[in-house]
């Protein structure tokens, strides 16, 4: 996704002029839910690429001024989930 961020925004008039990208969720997950029944919130599902490709995601959306929202379901996890696990 990247290497596309130029293409949505890079400010010329050819671009989309997109300003924001919304993700669904990235986190590791069975993906019985879409993604919403997340496994690990500290992790990015290794489908979605690494945590440094997500880090480079934000500075170079940034850098274009586009804004990256999350799409985030605190109240689905799995029970694998740490937050779960170390409850119980």
Avoid: H, K
């Amino acid at each position: 996704m990247t290497s596309r961020v130029d293409y949505v925004n890079d400010r010329t008039p050819s671009s989309l002029g997109i300003d924001a990208i919304w993700l669904s969720p990235i986190y590791p997950s069975p993906m019985v839910d879409f993604g919403y029944d997340v496994a690990d919130y500290c992790a990015i599902d290794p489908r979605f690429g690494t945590l440094a490709d997500f880090d480079r995601l934000v500075q170079e959306a940034g850098q274009r001024g586009i804004r990256i929202i999350m799409d985030l379901g605190p109240t689905s996890m799995v029970s694998e989930c740490p937050i779960v696990s170390n409850v119980a």
